[in-house]
């Protein structure tokens, strides 16, 4: 499967931001995807995943800085996941990675297989 995240851009602190992976190839529904991301001079973090499932998956996990304000979703009839992103804070300036694999519940990032370019989120104070 190849990953490609999109919808990173600058924003004020307190605003929102929704970021997508689109994925290609067969069996979407079958993964699990996360999102991580590493800020400069970090190293990469586990932000959310989503659980496999029919249609729009289930069991989302998140990091605890992030609940409460991002939420994860899939929508397996395009192929896609979001990460809405609300609240942002200078903080959460990353470039952020979305990542698929097989094990469910997996917040270790050598626990995904595929991988797809990042896109910047910067958050401004």
């Known amino acids: 499967v190849q990953l490609q995240a999109s919808g990173g851009g600058l924003v004020q602190a307190g605003g929102s931001l929704r970021l997508s992976c689109a994925a290609s190839g067969r069996a979407f529904s079958s993964y699990v995807i996360g999102w991580f991301r590493q800020a400069p001079g970090k190293e990469r973090e586990f932000v959310a995943l989503i659980n496999r499932g029919n249609c729009s998956g289930g069991n989302p996990s998140y990091a605890d800085f992030v609940k409460g304000r991002f939420a994860i979703s899939r929508d397996n009839t395009k192929n896609t996941v979001y990460l809405q992103m609300n609240s942002l804070k200078p903080e959460d300036t990353a470039v952020y990675y979305c990542?698929?694999?097989?094990?469910?519940?997996?917040?270790?990032?050598?626990?995904?297989?595929?991988w797809g370019h990042g896109t910047l989120v910067t958050v401004s104070s």
């Open positions: 990542a698929a694999g097989y094990r469910r519940d997996a917040m270790e990032d050598a626990a995904y297989d595929y």
